[in-house]
């Protein structure tokens, strides 16, 4: 090992905070390397000393930076100072990786300490028996708690949910309030709101902080509650939960059970990671990817992304069938063959910018009442004018090329009718797995592709055998 690892680490160069990002944000590969260094020859202390200053987020993106053997050894070396929440920041591979690797022992000491949506997110990917050794080492209050929020739906508002929070009855003072706060040491790390409660945990009402801050010690609380609520049910799915904190711009919010008990609250940093997921999630489905991570293993993507190929490679397979059908109409006229990927070409992309209209829309809960046959109409006519645009375009192109007017003409009529189509597809496609209760976002785009495929080639060579009089 060079000199630079056996001075003392707090004098090294770029050993400081400052020097784990380089000037692209990116983690500074010396700063690595020496971390590396530390891991190899076991060196806790400075292990310790230079992930210190790390904010959690920036600790998960050094797990992913490291191998395996790396990773346990950078846990195992940290020990006690290791926060465990820091799992909640890397793929699910990687965690899942890392909780095969570590004793349930040592991860319940982990998973002790954290808030306890941390915890159901750690514990959740796990099997069922080291689900309940886990549980097992933790004290009574707190394992109860988490197998509640465990019991509940995945992707749920309860699964989501910190159980710590802060409860009052409505009939103390503000300097009660007060006093109570200061006096107890398990309240949450942070909270944004205090709520209102009756002996049975239902909510009655909320209290802004600031509000809280603005009145007298002797205000009863009843009086200054807001009792305009907004709450989620557990067994709310997340994302519309995470809907909800848009719609009235909240920072945290009450969640019940299915009686109206206060069970737990959400916060906006538990909802930006929802919205952020979501999106992902979308964004893989849509092309087929499936729940992937870049962390994933070769064959645990070829796996993620086979299925789908197979789905488009029939797809394809159709299309070859119905371009047979028009075998002979091509042998007679070899221009045809040139052409008819313009039409399909172009459905396709226009199908494709509709889907994504729609999908999106479906997710946002946009497509309501008059809104849904609006956008129907709005897309039949925007398909219709891109076809009649991009027909006189095509048309002039294929003219001049050919020397051939008809063909122009022919081409044109193919372009109008499958533009209209993807149009039509592009919405009603998604809206109907929707109504089927199947994500949109899955198939929709390989439908559109194969419907505006078909169309576009069995409309392109079908006017032309007809206006050529080739059958």
């Known amino acids: 090992m060079s000199s630079d690892f056996e001075t ?70 940290l020990g006690d100072q290791f926060d465990y929440s820091a799992l909640t920041e890397v793929d699910e591979s990687i965690r899942l990786e890392l909780m095969e690797a570590l004793p349930n022992a040592e991860i319940a000491r982990g998973v002790a300490a954290l808030d306890s949506d941390d915890a159901v997110a750690i514990l959740e990917d796990l099997e069922e028996a080291d689900q309940n050794e886990i549980l097992s080492a933790l004290p009574t209050f707190e394992r109860l708690s988490l197998k509640r929020s465990l019991d509940f739906p995945e992707d749920s508002a309860g699964r989501r949910m910190q159980t710590d929070f802060i409860a009052i009855p409505p009939f103390w003072t503000v300097g009660q309030m007060i006093d109570y706060m200061r006096s107890q040491r398990d309240l949450p790390d942070e909270f944004y709101q205090i709520y209102v409660v009756d002996a049975g945990y239902t909510v009655l009402g909320t209290l802004p902080l600031d509000r809280v801050l603005r009145s007298q010690r002797a205000t009863r609380i009843e009086a200054i509650m ?94 070859s069938l119905v371009i047979g059908l028009f075998g002979a109409t091509i042998d007679q006229m070899v ?67 050919y020397s051939d007017p008809q063909l122009g003409i022919v081409i044109a009529l193919a372009m109008i009718t499958n533009m209209i189509v993807a149009g039509t597809t592009g919405i009603l496609i998604p809206l109907t797995l929707n109504k089927f209760k199947a994500d949109p976002a899955i198939a929709s785009a390989v439908f559109v592709t194969t419907i505006t495929d078909v169309v576009g080639f069995f409309a392109f060579l079908g006017i032309a055998g007809l206006w050529f009089g080739l059958f």
Do not use: C
């Open 8 to 77: 003392e680490p707090g004098n090294q160069p770029g050993m400081e905070a400052g020097a784990f990002r380089d000037a692209d944000d990116r983690i500074s590969p010396l700063w690595l390397e020496r971390l590396r260094a530390f891991l190899g020859a076991r060196r806790a202390e400075d292990v310790a000393l230079v992930m210190e200053p790390l904010h959690i987020s920036d600790v998960g993106d050094v797990l992913e930076y490291l191998d395996h053997d790396e990773r346990v050894a950078l846990v195992r070396l």
């Open 226 to 319: 807001n009792t305009n609520l907004v709450l989620v049910d557990a067994s709310e799915d997340q994302e519309e939960a995470a809907r909800t904190f848009e719609r009235y711009d909240l920072v945290e919010v009450g969640v019940v059970d299915e009686s109206g008990r206060l069970v737990g609250v959400l916060t906006i940093d538990d909802m930006v990671d929802v919205i952020t997921e979501e999106a992902d999630e979308d964004i893989k489905l849509l092309a087929g990817v499936g729940d992937e991570d870049l962390s994933d293993t070769t064959v645990d993507t070829v796996r993620s992304r086979v299925p789908w190929l197979v789905v488009n490679l029939v797809a394809a397979v159709l299309v």
């Open 335 to 401: 221009e045809l063959a040139v052409l008819m990927p313009i039409v399909a070409s172009m459905g396709g992309n226009a199908g494709a910018q509709t889907m994504t209209v729609t999908v999106r829309a479906i997710a946002m809960r946009e497509l309501e009442g008059s809104r849904l046959k609006r956008l129907i109409r709005r897309e039949m006519i925007v398909g219709f004018i891109n076809g009649v645009i991009f027909a006189i375009l095509i048309g002039i192109v294929t003219w001049l090329r």
